[in-house]
């Protein structure tokens, strides 16, 4: 095994730099996506600031509010959520029809989206759910409402951005190790002996004994089953037996 295909086997690389993103952002991002205009929507946008408020999320200081107005233009929706999704936003609040909804869940599957029904839609409401929205709410609905969905929504954000920065320090850690130290290690998930390793390896027990001690030491664990839980945070999968 060479670096570069230990590195294919880390995911290349690929998701490092969503979490150093995640990692620096100082707060979480709302996207508002409408198909109105700012001064149709001005007393909503307030009591939803407001609202947020009330609950704990400030605009501008804990949580920021990234709004995109279709201006009654339902052509410019898919744009706009996809401008939403780009900016990696926490949530995104799709109001003004059926339509800023389905656009933000046709942009993304990964970010949640509180879907805000027009005239009652249940079935679509339920429709979006099953595509994955984090929430719908049928109108009429009381503030509370939203503002409880967006919260929760923003936990689950969260969460899932907490999981990607374990994935990737995961990966970190394992991209200290050298490519048969690599090797040594999917072995030694997988449940084989040293004997077993050195005879896969082609290389003397005292080897393979080396460079398990250093895989413990450069990884900073002291067990096989810390190992084990390493290698499934990182999404290594173990040695094949052949």
Partial sequence: MNRR????L????AIWPLAAHAQQKAKPVVGFLSSRSPNESAANV??????????????????????????????????????LVGLQVAVIV????????????????RIPIVFITGH?????????????????????FRDDELLTAVARALARSAKDCQQRVEVVESRRRLAKLT??????????????????IGAELDVTLRTIKTHRARVMQKIGVIS?????????KA??????HV
């Fill in 5 to 8: 295909e230990m590195l294919r």
């Fill in 10 to 13: 880390l995911g290349g690389g």
């Fill in 46 to 83: 307030a009591a939803f600031r407001q609202g947020l408020k009330d609950a704990g999320y400030v605009d501008g200081e804990n949580v920021a509010i990234d709004y995109r107005w279709a201006e009654g233009r339902y052509d410019r929706l898919p744009a706009l959520a996809a401008e």
């Fill in 94 to 109: 799709a109001t003004g029809g059926n339509a800023p909804g389905l656009a933000a869940k046709t942009a993304t599957a």
């Fill in 120 to 140: 009652g839609d249940i079935p679509m409401g339920i429709g979006a759910m099953k595509r994955g929205a984090a929430d719908f709410l049928p109108k009429p």
């Fill in 179 to 196: 490519p048969r130290e690599f090797e040594v290690f999917r072995l030694v998930i997988a449940g084989r002996l040293n004997k077993e």
């Fill in 224 to 232: 096989v089953a810390e190992l084990v839980r390493l290698a499934q």
């Fill in 235 to 240: 999404g290594v999968a173990p040695a094949e």
